[in-house]
């Protein structure tokens, strides 16, 4: 029998050897292993900015998204040596090692092990006690599939969606911070406020909780900031919880493990009104960066101070 020639791709000058190129990693959707490489390559430029010199949390489904999937944080030792990482500080006095992403050929080598969901930490691996983010993640209160099944209840989650993204929007503008917008390619959309890293994740956390509260207390039959999903009945969830040391957001331009493979995508704060969590999916997305100019070009200089 004939012997089955590697499949080497070259990236970045490294040398990457991709299995099971047509692995369908979203089989009802019929997008192929390679073609969420080619994805990951494509999009490098536009995505690396925003992670450049964070350490990630890597989500896996190397059977695809109906397979076993996984969180990994500690980098593994079969990983190539030009992987970039860094060791970290744990609460308990351990650490951990987790990877950088600083080209494309990492992007396309972690897809290739079925890395579909990229997530960062709220700080930069060289201040990484010192958050220069803060994050909202407003959620519906049922699922995508309960929300199909009830049209009216989606139609209501999106108003309250966006309407709670703008009362923080207008809440943190007053505050002095420059908050930016965008999907989360799943269920809802991310408020991301650009910090200058002066202050504690312990502070970060003191500030953000006291936002979503204010909102829950103006508008306590909308919003709730309630961990129980039981008790949440159907408000919008205000998660306010991922800024604290060693938690992680999805990343700019990270896939999503859902159907249709939508993406996480910044957006401009006008563009609320009409597109909705899951709308750029790995088959618009190009087309949509080809027309629009980055909506978070100035993500890093408006960074301001924690009112605190």
């Known amino acids: 029998m004939k012997k089955k020639e590697k499949n080497i791709q070259e990236i970045d000058k490294h040398s990457i050897e991709i299995t099971h190129a047509d692995k369908l990693y979203f089989p009802r959707s019929h997008i192929t292993k390679q073609a969420t490489i080619e994805y990951y390559t494509k999009i490098a430029p536009y995505l690396l900015p925003h992670i450049k010199n964070y350490t990630i949390v890597m989500r896996r489904f190397p059977e695809g998204i109906d397979g076993v999937n996984f969180y990994q944080k500690q980098i593994p030792d079969y990983f190539p040596g030009w992987i970039k990482h860094k060791t970290v500080d744990l609460k308990k006095g351990d650490t951990q090692t987790l990877v950088i992403i600083d080209n494309s050929a990492t992007l396309a080598y972690l897809a290739n092990q079925g890395v579909l969901e990229i997530h960062s930490w709220l700080s930069n691996s060289e201040a990484i006690h010192k958050p220069n983010k803060l994050i909202f993640d407003l959620d519906p209160s049922l699922t995508l599939h309960d929300s199909i099944l009830h049209a009216s209840t989606l139609k209501t989650d999106l108003a309250n969606l966006r309407f709670g993204a ?33 202050s504690s994740f312990e502070q970060v956390h003191t500030y953000a909780r006291h ?41 700019c331009y990270s896939l999503r493990a859902l159907e249709g493979a939508p993406i996480a995508t910044p957006l401009d704060w006008h563009e609320l009104a009409k597109i909705t969590p899951q709308q750029y999916t ?27």
């Not at 999903?229 to 604290?244: E, P, S, V």
């Open 211 to 251: 936002c979503a509260q204010t909102l829950v207390n103006t508008y306590p039959n909308l919003f709730t900031i309630e961990i129980s999903k039981k008790k949440r009945g159907k408000k919008i969830f205000i998660d306010y919880l991922r800024n604290a040391y060693g938690q992680t957001s999805i990343a």
């Open 166 to 198: 703008r009362a923080l929007k207008n809440m943190l503008e007053k505050n002095g911070l420059n908050p930016f917008l965008m999907t989360t390619g799943s269920r809802g959309y991310h408020v991301v406020v650009p910090l200058l890293p002066t």
């Open 282 to 308: 790995i088959k618009n997305i190009f087309r949509r960066l080809a027309r629009k100019n980055n909506p978070w070009k100035d993500f890093e200089k408006s960074a301001k101070k924690l009112p605190i």
